[in-house]
């Protein structure tokens, strides 16, 4: 930045605590839409209802979700104190499904976080820089957005050569930031146009102190409302993974969970709630970052608070 | 890639070792990678595109018969699904704030946000033979849930005992296909109805004294459809990625199940044509959605 | 015989998530046959909403709590949906603000000037598009372009091919809602010269609905004056330009320069149009008013007749009454 003297006006409040001020403002403001907003607190309850089962796992399940139970030997059907049974090894289900949550949601998390700091980075690029670098990038991003998802994190899964917890997260999340990315982009072009960006520019400010202090803090909101939807297609993908074998060996999953009763036929042999119960645990954690996600994106963007 | 491919061809044991060389001197798999890569695009464009590990039979020939079924599951459940949630979509959008909205937007939500794996084993568990259902509702149906057709009616025929079997035993796997990509469909309808319902053009509509359905049908949906099939188109490789789950659960053996067959036994060959497909295969919806969004919006021209 | 459109006492809500939005009050006003009447004020103050519901066409979270639309002696507010269709069009039409998208960009301008034809007198498809030939060459467009979309025309024409549209039905009555804003001065003058050889030579009635006083003063018989939602004054064009009665219309008229006067910078009225969910107490505009006293505040002058045509709402005028209080009317939440 060049030398710009700021001239002190006695009793003016400086520019950055204004700034800090209107952004907590912001902030406070989003905060109260939430509370009064019931898509909003129903998928947040429901976010913390599966929270407070990742991090309480170790006192709420009964038993530990990868050593057999003393009591009773593998395939038990539910009752008693094992309510879902036991696994082939005999391992209670109940416990691993509690257990489950952990991987789900952090792999869901940190997942989302790698694929929205690639995503952004990118469509922050691709949209302030513009021109050829632009053009490259997101023809670049079609690519990867056509290509089927699936086969892709086979592929990559394959080539890391290396699935544990890090490596499924940089799977999902290396094949996911290509939608982030032109949401980012499209929000950044609009940016662009706005006042402040060319105020910012006449006052001698370089490319990268408007990018970061203008464009990225007001893209920021949006940014997080995606990286929520993000999340839930990352636990989706976990699960996917982890059915076809390719996720975590050495942690429970829900989708892992699944596969295991597939694999042992848990519907013909009378044990249903091997299946159902992770899976239903996939679709409410899914459902919650869905609503969350949805209810924050309507929040924040104006476009959509108009319908 | 990881893994020696050989090894799962040839059993590791010194008796075969003049067979597993000439193999891998067949397969190519002595040269170095990047060679093999060159040699491998280089057949791509002389339409030779090797030969499967496993089978020993040319990949194009064991794709395209997957191919067909593939298309078969895919096609069936897409016209489905485009149907169905576009009238859902539309529906909810005239309805917005409505019960009906509410209700289905809630279940698309919910359906959006589900394993399509996981729906495949509960609709198998609650169609299959002696089903709980069955137990207690009377009439419950039995549906197939694996294969093609049923194994008795092997080898295929083209006759209408064929066809009606194959068409049942496609029933689940498209309804389950159907159902996990619905939701995208109809949500996606319903916004982008609503946002052309707050168009100028739609007053002028009403206030020619059209009926709802008249202003829907003439106005709002022509102007609806086009980014719907931007969206289908792009969400082809979604919708190809919700396949392969069905057709492992179902063993609908179809591209997909041969995917996961082909990674476990590391048939490279195999894969790498699949990805080429399912690259093709985007392309070419794309480009068919180019040429629908020609004719359905003329403000777009070839430029 | 009745006055082609009698508006009386229209109040119109919206409901908000913020609260229920009073748009339009006690709106009064007639529009006599192949007459001209004017609707002025700034924007957000209850114009559009009153065109919308003299057709019925308000959006769903609005309603007509009460007052009458007679339109040739039939109120129309009690008028069932079904057959309020049949009058739209057939009977008053619309042209709306912005022609770009006031047309369906994936149609063919003929077909959305023939649907109502077809729609309303059940004529052939020939005979529908023959005739929407002749209404485009009536607005001064070749029946040549009968096949083109609308984003092949400029703006200039787009509103023509609306206002032909308008026509097609041979309606009584024409809202015109800003048919001229968003174009440039030359294209302005040229579709106010051809909405004025239309109403003439079809003997049509005409709203036309504007912020710009210089388009209504060509134009125009009568004037009504709108703010906030409430009729501030209303009578003869000149009169009304001549010799303004209400503060609110003296500073509207005193906001355009007059070229051939003294040059002097148009005055501006201070402040902005109050919300419309919480209106202030008293007469509406006496927060930004410079003659407001004590009354003001506290009671809304009603819209009375001054002198024969003219009425303002204005207790600067010693005979206008105050509106007596309302009753209280229970509203189901």
Redesign the interface.
């Known amino acids: 930045m060049g030398t710009v003297d700021v001239v002190k006006v006695p009793g003016a409040i400086s520019p950055f605590r204004a700034r800090a001020t209107v952004v907590s403002r912001r902030m406070q403001d989003i905060g109260l839409q939430v509370f009064h907003n019931k898509t909003a607190m129903a998928g947040l309850i429901i976010l913390l209802f599966f929270t407070f089962l990742a991090v309480a796992a170790p006192l709420i399940a009964p038993y530990s979700p990868l050593t057999a139970v003393p009591d009773v030997g593998p395939l038990t059907l539910p009752g008693g104190v094992h309510p879902f049974g036991t696994n082939q090894f005999g391992y209670d289900i109940y416990s691993q499904v509690i257990w489950g949550t952990q991987i789900s949601l952090l792999v869901g998390v940190l997942a989302a976080g790698v694929a929205s700091v690639i995503g952004t980075a990118v469509g922050l690029i691709s949209g302030f820089v513009g021109g050829w670098i632009d053009e490259v990038i997101m023809r670049f991003n079609d690519v990867v957005l056509s290509i089927p998802w699936l086969v892709l994190m086979i592929v990559v899964a394959a080539r890391l050569n290396y699935l544990d917890l890090a490596g499924i997260i940089l799977v999902i999340g290396l094949t996911g930031w290509s939608v982030t990315a032109r949401v980012v982009r499209s929000q950044v072009l609009s940016l662009k146009e706005r006042m402040f960006v060319e105020r910012g520019r006449m006052i001698g400010s370089s490319n990268a102190h408007i990018l970061l202090r203008h464009i990225f803090p007001n893209a920021f909101p949006l940014i997080f409302a995606n990286t929520i939807l993000t999340v839930a297609i990352s636990i989706l993908s976990e699960s996917v993974l982890a059915f076809l074998n390719l996720s975590v060996k050495s942690n429970v999953s829900w989708g892992r969970i699944i596969a295991e009763a597939y694999q042992h036929d848990a519907l013909t042999i009378g044990m249903a709630a091997w299946i159902i119960v992770p899976g239903l645990c996939i679709v409410f954690l899914v459902f919650g970052f869905y609503l969350f996600g949805y209810a924050l994106d309507e929040i924040l963007n104006p476009r959509l608070r108009r319908r | 890639m990881p893994g020696d491919p050989s090894l799962s061809i040839i059993p590791r044991d010194p008796k075969f070792r003049g067979l597993r060389d000439y193999m891998i001197s067949f397969f190519g798999l002595d040269r170095p990678q990047w060679e093999q890569f060159v040699i491998y695009l280089q057949r791509l464009f002389t339409l030779d595109w090797g030969v499967s590990y496993q089978d020993h039979r040319p990949v194009a020939d064991i794709l395209f018969h997957d191919l067909g079924w593939t298309l078969l599951l895919v096609g069936t459940s897409t016209i489905i699904t485009i149907l169905i949630g576009i009238a859902v979509g539309a529906y909810s959008a005239v309805r917005r704030g409505k019960a009906f909205d509410f209700v289905s937007t809630g279940i698309g939500i919910f359906l959006y946000g589900m394993p399509i794996f996981w729906l495949g084993l509960v609709l198998q568990s609650a169609f299959r033979k002696n089903s709980v259902f069955q137990t207690w509702i009377p009439g419950w149906p039995a549906l197939p849930t694996s294969g093609y057709y049923d194994d008795r009616l092997i080898p295929w025929n083209w006759d209408i005992v064929h066809l009606a079997d194959a068409g049942l035993h496609l029933l689940l796997p498209a309804l389950t296909l159907s159902l996990g990509t619905l939701a995208g469909i109809s949500l996606v309808m319903r916004n982008s109805l609503i946002d052309v319902m707050t168009e100028d053009f739609v007053t002028t509509a009403r206030a020619k004294g059209l009926s709802p359905r008249q202003v829907l049908r003439r106005h709002i949906l022509p102007n609806g459809l086009p980014p719907m099939v931007s969206l289908i188109a792009l969400d082809i490789a979604f919708i190809l990625g919700g396949a392969y789950q069905v057709e492992v659960i179902f063993r609908y053996q179809g591209i997909g199940f041969r995917t996961i067959e082909a990674i476990g036994s590391l048939d490279y060959p195999l894969l790498q044509f699949i990805i080429v497909i399912g690259g093709v295969a985007v392309v070419l919806a794309n480009l068919l959605s180019d040429f629908l969004l020609l004719w359905l919006d003329p403000r777009i021209k070839i430029s | 015989m009745p006055a082609l459109l009698e508006v009386r006492d229209l109040t119109i809500e919206f409901r908000t998530k913020a609260g229920i939005v009073h748009a339009v009050e006690g709106a009064s006003f007639n529009v006599e046959r192949g007459e001209a009447m004017g609707l002025a004020g700034e924007s957000g103050c209850g114009k559009t909403t009153t065109a ?1 519901a003299l ?1 019925r ?1 308000l959006p ?1 979270n609005g309603r007509i709590v009460r007052g009458s639309i007679s339109f040739e002696g039939r109120d129309l507010v009690p008028v069932p949906e079904d057959s309020m ?6 009977e008053m ?2 042209v ?3 022609a770009m ?7 063919r301008v003929g077909r959305q000037i023939a ?2 034809i077809m ?2 007198e059940e004529a052939e498809p020939e005979a529908s598009f023959k005739r929407a030939g002749d209404l485009l060459e009536l607005v001064g467009i070749s029946r040549n372009r009968l096949n083109d ?1 609308p ?1 092949e025309f400029s703006g200039g024409m787009r509103q023509r091919v ?1 206002i032909a ?1 308008a026509l097609a039905c041979n309606p009584k009555l024409v809202i015109a809602d800003e048919p001229v804003t968003a174009l440039d001065v030359m294209i302005q003058a040229q579709i106010l010269d051809l909405l004025e050889r239309l109403r003439r030579e079809l003997h049509l009635a005409m709203i036309l609905i504007s912020h710009d006083l210089s388009v209504l003063a060509d134009t125009c018989e009568q004037v009504t004056i709108m703010y906030a939602g409430k009729t501030m004054e209303s009578g003869k064009t000149m009169d009304l330009f001549t010799d303004p009665k209400h503060p609110y219309t003296q500073g509207l008229v005193g906001a355009f320069p007059d070229i051939r006067g003294p040059r002097n910078m148009p005055e501006a009225i201070p402040g902005d149009v109050p919300s419309l969910i919480s209106p202030p107490s008293g007469c509406v505009f006496h927060p930004r008013c410079k003659f407001a006293f004590d009354r003001c505040t506290k009671a809304e002058p009603a819209l009375t007749e001054l002198s024969v045509g003219r009425r303002a709402a204005c207790f600067l005028y010693p005979q206008v009454t105050e509106v007596p209080p309302r009753p209280i009317v229970i509203t189901e939440v």
């Open positions: 919308l057709m066409l769903y269709r049949a009058i739209r069009w057939k039409s619309i709306f603000q912005g998208n006031s047309l369906n960009p994936v149609q649907e109502p729609l309303h979309y984003h609306m549209m």
